[in-house]
């Protein structure tokens, strides 16, 4: 059973035309605010605003009343009253003592036995190196999979130092220096 779309009147001027309904949707990401104004159309037809200052906007309105009684209606979160917390949110205490992260190095970690990306290393550091191509057929990954995984894995994540040169019979080959 689907709950019915409830339409709050929030501004209905006497002498204009245009009228700006509050409506309560929930698109699967959690419910939100829409501000539907009517009266600028001559088919009827609404002009659906994603914040009320757009809608006072469209409908030359100041939104000050509509939020001194409504203040849920802000773009705040914190104020809307529709919204159910299930847990309290936690109390920040000012005289505790912070840690900020002073290394921006990546982290060194290493590899499981037996993995991919354990191949992977294991082939750059050969004496030889390895190419994108022996290194697509070994792992049984495309070659921009290949080109990923030394890119983001090794280098970004691991922080490793990847080489690479052309090699006259192979082509670019890249290596890892022995560990």
């Known amino acids: 059973m689907t709950e019915a779309t409830r339409m709050y009147l929030v501004h209905d001027a006497n002498g204009s035309r245009t009228q700006i309904w509050a409506v309560r949707e929930d698109y699967g990401h959690g ?3 829409e501000f539907h104004v009517h009266g600028l ?3 009827g037809d609404p002009r659906i605003c994603p914040s009320l200052a757009m809608a006072c906007e469209l409908a030359e309105t100041d939104p000050g009343p509509i939020l001194d009684i409504a203040p849920f209606l802000s773009e705040r979160k914190e104020a809307d009253p529709m919204t159910r917390r299930t847990k309290p949110e936690p109390k920040i205490d000012a005289s505790a003592p912070t840690e900020a992260k002073t290394d921006a190095t990546p982290k ?3 590899p499981r036995e037996g993995t991919k990306q354990a191949t992977l290393i294991t082939m750059l550091r050969a004496k030889d190196g390895a190419t ?3 290194l697509s ?3 049984q990954w ?3 999979t290949v080109r990923g ?3 983001g894995a090794l280098k970004k994540r691991l922080g490793l130092e990847v080489t690479s040169e052309k090699v006259e019979d192979r082509g670019r080959v890249y290596r ?3 560990a």
């Open 149 to 151: 995984a030394i890119a």
């Open 132 to 134: 994108i191509e022996e």
């Open 142 to 144: 495309t070659p921009q």
């Open 31 to 33: 419910p939100v605010w």
């Open 108 to 110: 060194t970690q290493t």
């Open 176 to 178: 890892l220096p022995a």
């Open 41 to 43: 159309t001559r088919s």
């Open 137 to 139: 057929a070994a792992l």
